[in-house]
């Protein structure tokens, strides 16, 4: 995942006691740090709305994920970006926001309690766990900084990775925002279509000249798009995507 800002320079209070809460059904659960290890946060319940109201300076909605085949809230369009970064990312087999609060207090400080709702918790293919949390790198202040020094240091207890991250490099975001409006799997249909897309690409050619070589673009160019979403076909997402991108088949199936 790109645009990851470290956190190991920020420092936090001394934290005591931590313990995660979390929604399963209409039950809350609060266990300590320890003891949630083998808890499947990426298929957990938001711990809080995404409300909407006039003048709001975010803008939260749903993003429907081709990965669970199920929605998943953001509440600014960075976390969308991000939702769907993850949603693209082969690696990802699962995630959830706002997946649990992380509460804990700093030590010898009476009432000074604090708690944390990371934005997003992804499950790797080979089983392990990302934290992330979307905030752009001029807007952590040190509330932001502890809260984020605290969640990097809960997550190595656990095992977990953790990034901080902010704004997307501008091509690479607007390719993925393109190529997302053809993630539904109904854009890779029909399968001898689609099988026929990948053939046409065996070797890097240009995006429309060679899908022109297998039909007609109206038809063919969506079906070129959602591959490139899935994966079967690669393209060098850092640039533009354009009529002249070379585009290949993956050998992912």
Known sequence: MSDAMDTQGVTSSDVGEVELLWVEGAREVRQPLTSVRTVAFEDVAPVRDFPSYRGQRHFPGLYWSATMGRHVGFESWL????????????????????????????????????????????????????????????????????????????????????????????????????????????????????????????????????????????????????LLWAGRLTADLSMPLSDRTLVRRSGRP
């Open 79 to 226: 976390e969308r970006d991000h939702a769907m970064l993850l949603d693209f990312d082969p690696l990802v087999v699962g995630f959830a926001s706002q997946p649990f609060w992380l509460r804990w207090r700093r030590d010898g400080s009476p009432g000074g309690a604090r708690s944390h709702a990371p934005d997003y918790f992804a499950r790797a293919t080979d089983g392990s766990g990302l934290v992330v949390d979307c905030r752009p790198v001029d807007r952590v202040d040190a509330r932001s900084a502890e809260s984020f020094a605290t969640m990097r240091r809960a997550c190595e207890q656990v095992g977990w990775s953790y990034r901080l991250v902010g704004y997307l490099d501008g091509a690479r975001v607007t390719n993925l925002r393109w190529l997302a409006g053809y993630r539904h799997p109904r854009f890779g249909e029909p399968s001898s279509l689609a099988a026929a897309v990948a053939a046409a690409f065996a070797v890097p050619a240009p995006l429309t000249g060679q899908a022109a070589t297998v039909g007609d673009p109206i038809a063919v160019l969506p079906v070129v798009f959602h």
